[in-house]
């Protein structure tokens, strides 16, 4: 059923006569809307070209360290003799609905994406996208509110170093509830239960499969200009059932986790706004005490609208990480990034993006003489820039692109990838503003916008 459903989607080799086709057939049946209580519907076809200069982000060697290489020759496993370079075909088909309930303030939302990608040289990496959401949200009274929510997602592994180069598809999963409880019209108190797991098809790395539980309690105080401050604990178990002995020997096979956080908001002005998250997370291994750790979690941002067609976003982090390598126990990054969204007019926007990181990588013990300590360093620099034209109501022509170099400390080696993405986007929309308040932006996984976390 699922192979029936996605080959549908493969409208690359005619993309303009299927978007035209299905923007008739949704004007012809989609009925005239006005009320604040019409269910909000929205359908969005993408069809995309992307080049990337490194799909499996190959590391290159360090310059002048061997007269015997070429500066910064590609590193391939085993020898493997393939093309950097890549280009691959998408095209995707994402909807979405806001159904209301029993009130204005109770309604739920649907929302999922269904996509294809083809490659012209790594054939073996072709693979479907899947991902879908429900969030219902939910009020009684004055005092009571809160969602339910839960989505999973089908998506292409995400490729580190170059030295794994098979295809691997994870599968991830994840649900949640909340209840807001409103003490006065100044406090209110949140309680939160999660639920997620990640899984991977390739054996190589389901040491990485996890499932995690988590429970919050806060309490929050608002301000009359807006602002607020939050105060809470968060509490987490996460297991990885697949790990061999040798792999619960190296990094455990659960760990539990507390977080003491703060939230603060301060909306100093209605063009200008900060955040910020401070954590303090207590890690206590199951078995491999010695192991055990306080991370700090800190993030703050800051928003300024200098104008109606402007917006400038800054933000500061360390925070913890786990990325998929056996010989990393986690990752501490320190970050800088910021972004400009620039509306030239009604049917034109760009932006841009520029990220600092430093991370830090912690090492297993067992595998720490692979380095000069028991961490190794990289430095990330990341460049996006994006841009969209709508030439006709609801067409628009989308550009994304980021440049990317990573260097490690320890051995020079360098990492160097550019991606530059063109599509042509339709969305129909029965209401205006339908696809911002449902947020499918999100499965358009965008290049300038990301982190690079990995």
């Not at 990640?198 to 807006?226: A, H, I, K, M």
Request: proline share 4%; glycine share 6%.
């Amino acid at each position: 059923m699922e192979g029936k459903a996605l080959r549908a989607l493969h409208f690359s080799a005619n993309p303009c006569g299927c978007l035209l086709t299905v923007t008739g057939l949704l004007t012809a049946v989609a009925p005239p809307v006005s009320a604040a209580d019409t269910v909000e519907l929205v359908l969005q076809l993408e069809t995309s070209l992307t080049s990337d200069s490194n799909p499996f982000r190959f590391y290159s060697q360090p310059v002048n360290t061997d007269p015997a290489n070429t500066p910064d020759t590609p590193v391939t496993p085993l020898g493997l003799a393939t093309p950097e370079r890549d280009t691959v075909k998408g095209s995707d088909i994402r909807a979405g609905a806001i159904i209301p309930l029993l009130s204005d303030r109770t309604r739920l939302t649907l929302t999922g994406s269904l996509g294809n990608r083809y490659y012209k040289n790594y054939k073996e990496l072709d693979h479907h996208v899947v991902a879908g959401d429900a969030t219902l949200d939910w009020a009684a009274g004055q005092v009571f509110n809160g969602h339910v929510s839960a989505g999973k997602e089908d998506r292409l592994f995400q490729y580190i170093n170059g030295t794994f180069t098979d295809k691997d598809i994870s599968h991830q999963k994840r649900a949640s509830a909340d209840l807001n409880l409103k003490l006065t019209d100044e406090w209110s108190l949140n309680v939160k239960v999660d639920k997620s797991g990640l899984n991977y098809d390739l054996p190589v790395n389901q040491l990485y499969n996890f499932d995690e539980r988590g429970r919050q309690f806060s309490g929050r105080y608002y301000s009359p200009t807006g602002s607020s401050v939050e105060v809470g604990t968060r509490l987490s178990d996460s297991n990885f059932p697949d790990r061999n002995a040798q792999e619960i020997a190296d990094l455990d096979q659960s760990y539990k986790e507390s977080e003491v956080f703060l939230d603060a908001e301060w909306r100093y002005s209605s063009k200008s706004v900060t955040s910020t998250h401070l954590g303090i997370i207590r890690r206590r291994y199951d078995n491999l005490t010695d192991r055990d750790t306080n991370l700090f979690n800190a993030l703050w941002r800051g928003t300024y609208h200098y104008s109606p067609k402007l917006r400038l976003d800054l933000q500061l982090w360390d925070r913890p990480f786990t990325i998929v390598d056996r010989s990393v126990l986690y990752v501490i990054t320190k970050a800088l990034r910021f972004d400009a969204q620039w509306k030239y007019s009604d049917k034109s926007q760009m932006n841009f993006s520029t990220l600092l990181q430093n991370s830090d990588n912690v090492l297993v013990p067992r595998l720490a003489s692979l380095s000069d300590g028991s961490s190794r360093k990289e430095q990330l620099l990341r460049i996006g820039f994006g841009g969209a034209y709508e030439f006709e109501r609801g067409f628009r022509v989308v550009l994304d692109s980021f440049y990317e170099k990573v260097r490690r400390e320890s051995d020079g080696i360098n990492l160097k990838q550019a991606v530059i993405k063109l599509g042509l986007e339709y969305t129909y929309e029965n209401l205006p503003g339908s696809t911002s308040r449902m947020g499918l932006k999100r499965y358009q996984h965008s290049l300038s916008a990301s982190d690079s976390l990995r």
